[in-house]
C-alpha cells in the first residue's frame, strides 16, 4: 500500500507531503489546481522520462519519494532478486532530479538502476491515465494481456524452445541446400587449392632450412676462405706443423719424459694434449659441416633455392597462411570437400530433423493457442459482466484468437479486442469505434479482471470519469470502492457521484505564497466535502439545495457505497 507521497519542486509544487489510507481515496480540485503535476510526479516513480521544464523556476533540483507498507511477499522478491534491501515491511523509494535532467534513483537507501526501479514500482502499483488508454488502444498489447490473464507461461516456454530448435535447423539445412552451381564451384575451387598445395611436396621446416642455406651460400667464399684458414692452422697444413701436429709431437715428448722420470703427471699430460688433438679435429670438422650439401655450382644453387621460396611465398600470399600452415590448409580443406561430398546425405538428415522439429513446434504452437483461446472466453465473460454492471450491459466485447499462418517467436496467434456497441452490428476494434467514455468503462472493467489475477496492492485512476454521465459515475464509484476492499484505490476524478463513496477525500488547491504560486493539499472532513461535492456540482453559486444534495449523496456513499455484486 502507498502510505506517503512526497514531492518537492516539481512545477508549481515547492513542498507536498501526502499520508494516504487504504480504502478509496480520491482527489478533487479546480482545472488546473496541481492534480496532473501529481500524476505525473507518480510516473517518475514508476520510471518514466524526465520533462526538461518539471523542476519548479529557480531551483536546481528536484525529488519525489514514495513509503510502501506491508508489501507483498511477490514485491519482496523482487527486492531480494537485485540485493535491495527490505526494511520491516516497507519499501522506500526516491528519486531526485537535477536541472540537466539525469536522475539519482534510490531503493530502501540503497542506489538503483532506471531498469529496477520500473520493476519494482511495476508490483506495488498500477496507474490508469491517458498513457494506458493508448496503450489499450493497441494491438500489439493485447496478446500480453491476454497471456498475462491465462497463466500460460509454462506452455509458451514449451513453444518457444520448440521454434528456436527449429529455427536453428533451419539455417542448417539451408546452409546445406545451396544450389548445385554454388556447390559446384566451391568443390573446383578446393581442388584447386590441393593441387597447388600438393604439387608443392612442402615439408615442415622446409622454409627455414632454405633460407638458411641461401644465406650460406650468399656466404660461400667468405665460408670456404676461413674454414681452410681454420682447418690449416688447427689440424693440418702442406707448408708446415699445424696446432694439431704440434700437439701430437709435444705428447709423444711427454710420454718419452715419463718413461725417463717415473712420473705419472707427464703421462698424464701426454693423454690430455692426445684428446685435445680429437676435440680440435671434430671443431674443425663442424666448421666444414657449414659446406655439406654445396656440391653444386653455387650460382646455380641459389638459384634452384630462390625459385623455391618464391613458389613458397606466393603461397603464403595467396591463402593469408604462413609456410607450415600451408600443410594444414590442405588438411582442412580436404575435410569440407569430403563434407560437400556428402552434404546430399547431410541434406536428407536435416530434413529429416526439420520435418520432425516442424511437427514440435507446431504441436507446442497448438497447445498455447487452445490455452489462450480458452482463457480469450473467460476472459471475454468477466469483462463483458463487469462492463453490464457500468451500464454498458448492450455492448459486446470480444476476444478475437485467429492463426496468422505464421509462426514466430509470439506463437502462431493473433489477438485483437473487438466491441459492437449496438444491436445487430458487426464487431470491429475497440480502437476505432470505441469513444472516450466508453474506453474508460472498458479500461476500468478490465483492470478490475485483471487485478484480480496480478494481486497489485495499489490501483491509481486519473479522472476516469471523462465522457461518462452522473448515473454511470455513481456505479463507477461503487465499482472502486468495492475494488478497495482488496486493494488500495486511488482516483483522481471531476464526479461528484465518485467522490461521495470515497473512504479519504482530499482537495487539490493553489495558493500564493510570497508571491509565488503553490499548489497545496488538504485532507477533508466531512462538512469540507460537502462543500467540495456541492462546488463540483454547483459552480459558482452554491445554493442551499445544491449543499442538501451534497450532503444526501456522501451519506448515501457512506451508507450504500459498497453493494454487492457490484
Known amino acids: 500500500m502507498l502510505a506517503n507521497l512526497h514531492i518537492e519542486n516539481i512545477a508549481v509544487i515547492k513542498n507536498l507531503d501526502i499520508d494516504l489510507n487504504s480504502g478509496f481515496t480520491v482527489f478533487t480540485g479546480e482545472t488546473g489546481a496541481g492534480k496532473s503535476i501529481i500524476i505525473n510526479s507518480i510516473n517518475l516513480l514508476c520510471g518514466e522520462k524526465v520533462q526538461k521544464d518539471m523542476i519548479r523556476t529557480g531551483e536546481d533540483e528536484a525529488a519525489v519519494s514514495a513509503l510502501f507498507q506491508n508489501v507483498p511477499e511477490y514485491a519482496e522478491n523482487v527486492l ?74 509454462r506452455e509458451y516456454d514449451d513453444y518457444i524452445h520448440s521454434y528456436e530448435e527449429y529455427k536453428k535447423e533451419r539455417a542448417v539445412f539451408k546452409a546445406l541446400s545451396k544450389t548445385s552451381k554454388e556447390k559446384g564451384e566451391r568443390v573446383e575451387l578446393l581442388k584447386i587449392r590441393v593441387k597447388e598445395i600438393d604439387a608443392l611436396k612442402l615439408k615442415p621446416g622446409e622454409e627455414d632450412e632454405l633460407t638458411e642455406q641461401r644465406t650460406r651460400i650468399k656466404n660461400i667464399e667468405h665460408l670456404t676462405k676461413h674454414i681452410k684458414l681454420i682447418s690449416r692452422a688447427l689440424y693440418k697444413n702442406s707448408s708446415g706443423m699445424s696446432a694439431s701436429d704440434l700437439m701430437n709431437k709435444a705428447s709423444e715428448s711427454f710420454s718419452v719424459l715419463a718413461d725417463l722420470t717415473g712420473d705419472e703427471k707427464y703421462q698424464e699430460n ?48 595467396k591463402y593469408g597462411v604462413d609456410a607450415d600452415e600451408l600443410i594444414k590448409l590442405k588438411d582442412e580443406t580436404l575435410s569440407e570437400l569430403s563434407e560437400l561430398d556428402n552434404s546430399e546425405i547431410l541434406i536428407k538428415e536435416s530434413k529429416e530433423r526439420l520435418v520432425l522439429l516442424s511437427e514440435k513446434c507446431k504441436n507446442n504452437a497448438a497447445i498455447l493457442s487452445q490455452k489462450r483461446k480458452d482463457g480469450a472466453k473467460s476472459l471475454q465473460k468477466l469483462i463483458c459482466d463487469e462492463l453490464a454492471e457500468l451500464d454498458m450491459g448492450q455492448l459486446r466485447f470480444i476476444i478475437s484468437v485467429e492463426d496468422k499462418n505464421e509462426y514466430d517467436e ?105 508571491e509565488r504560486t503553490e499548489t497545496k493539499i488538504t485532507l477533508l472532513s466531512n462538512e469540507e466535502r460537502i462543500k467540495e461535492l456541492s462546488r463540483i456540482m454547483g459552480g459558482v453559486t452554491i445554493s442551499e439545495s445544491v449543499l442538501a444534495a451534497a450532503r444526501e449523496m456522501i451519506e448515501n456513499g457512506t451508507k450504500n457505497g459498497t453493494v454487492t455484486g457490484i
Open 410 to 514: 509470439t506463437g502462431v496467434d493473433s489477438v485483437d479486442f473487438l466491441i459492437s456497441t449496438n444491436k445487430g452490428e458487426d464487431a470491429r476494434p475497440v480502437n476505432k469505434i470505441a469513444s472516450g467514455g466508453e474506453l474508460s468503462r472498458i479500461m476500468l472493467a478490465m483492470r478490475s479482471v485483471f487485478r484480480q489475477k496480478n494481486n497489485i496492492d495499489t490501483i491509481i485512476y486519473d479522472e476516469i470519469d471523462t465522457g461518462i454521465s452522473g448515473g454511470t459515475c455513481e456505479k463507477i464509484g461503487r465499482k472502486l470502492k468495492n475494488s478497495s476492499l482488496q486493494c488500495q484505490v486511488i482516483c483522481i476524478t471531476h464526479s461528484a457521484q465518485i467522490a461521495a463513496v470515497a473512504d479519504n477525500h482530499y482537495r487539490i488547491y493553489k495558493e500564493t505564497i510570497d
Open 270 to 317: 701426454a693423454k690430455k694434449l692426445s684428446d685435445f688433438t680429437y676435440e680440435i679435429e671434430d671443431i674443425v670438422e663442424g666448421a666444414r659441416a657449414l659446406l655439406a650439401g654445396i656440391d653444386e655450382d653455387p650460382n646455380e644453387a641459389l638459384d634452384r633455392i630462390e625459385s623455391r621460396l618464391d613458389k613458397i611465398a606466393s603461397l603464403k600470399r
Open 80 to 153: 531480494s532478486e537485485y540485493g535491495l534491501p527490505l526494511c520491516d515491511g516497507e519499501i522506500y523509494i526516491t528519486r531526485n532530479i537535477n536541472n540537466d535532467g539525469k536522475t539519482t534513483v534510490k531503493i530502501n537507501g540503497k542506489t538503483a538502476p532506471l531498469y529496477v526501479l520500473k520493476e519494482i514500482s511495476s508490483v506495488l502499483l498500477t496507474l490508469h491515465g491517458q498513457h494506458s488508454s493508448y496503450r489499450l488502444l493497441e494491438q500489439k498489447n493485447y496478446l500480453e494481456y491476454l497471456d498475462g490473464f491465462s497463466d500460460c507461461s
